[in-house]
């Protein structure tokens, strides 16, 4: 698989791409955001790993650029940032990054979240129905895609996984940890706020009035459910 990374310290992209390669992935980098963005276009890689500290944009507004440009749009993104304010987590979070990975940080760790931000994007092929529908949204596993009155909806791999989880279980409430299990695959300081910024880009796009959901609910001070009545396999 073909990993993409846009970093402007060279120490930094150094171990980040021996580690990766070292795990078997092809890597590619770019120093600055114009090429990074020209280098994703192009090269239509698996993942991107994306510092926000750029010399010449900052990191945010790329991620806009590629979140609203549907040839890229679905490629998942790690942010990397030397910013540990939980602020800027969550604000990368909501502009549509699958992941946050703060400075300093042990490259095992970048490996894994790699992996397991690819196994989110990865379409199931086997054990689920193909389609699952919901009032106006029908979601399909294989292909990974979502329709909402017969129009293409772009999810990120998150929250692709999110809904299909939701989908697949409607009524059932789960815990933000198991929520953060199931779909993250592992657990990292900061978590309850990641989730809910993952909740809130995906109300964003599914609800027909986000600040009154109908879809996913809120179960206070335990988690989120998705609603019993809406949900039926196509």
Do not use: C
């Amino acid at each position: 698989m073909k990993i993409l990374v846009i970093d402007d310290e060279p120490n930094i992209v150094r171990l980040v791409r021996d580690y990766l390669e070292e795990a078997g992935f092809r890597v590619l980098t770019a120093s600055n955001a114009e090429t990074g963005l020209h280098a994703l276009r192009r090269e239509m890689p698996d993942l991107l790993v994306l510092d926000l500290g750029l010399p010449d944009q900052d990191g945010w507004d790329l991620t806009r650029k590629i979140r609203s440009d549907p040839r890229v749009a679905g490629i998942p993104i790690i942010m990397l940032t030397a910013r540990a304010d939980e602020t800027d987590r969550i604000i990368g979070l909501e502009l549509g990054a699958d992941d946050y990975i703060t400075k300093p940080f042990n490259p095992r760790e970048v490996i894994a979240r790699v992996r397991a931000v690819l196994r989110r994007s990865s379409p199931s092929k086997a054990g689920s129905p193909a389609r699952i529908q919901a009032a106006d949204l029908v979601i399909d596993l294989h292909e990974h895609t979502l329709m909402i009155a017969d129009q293409p909806v772009d999810l990120t791999p998150t929250e692709f996984e999110l809904l299909s989880l939701f989908m697949q279980n409607p009524g059932h409430t789960y815990t933000r940890e198991e929520l953060l299990e199931k779909t993250l695959g592992y657990s990292y300081e900061g978590t309850g706020r990641t989730l809910d910024s993952h909740i809130h880009n995906l109300r964003q796009k599914i609800e027909p009035d986000p600040s009154d959901p109908i879809y996913i609910q809120t179960v206070h001070r335990i988690g989120y459910r998705f609603a019993k009545q809406h949900g039926k396999r196509a």
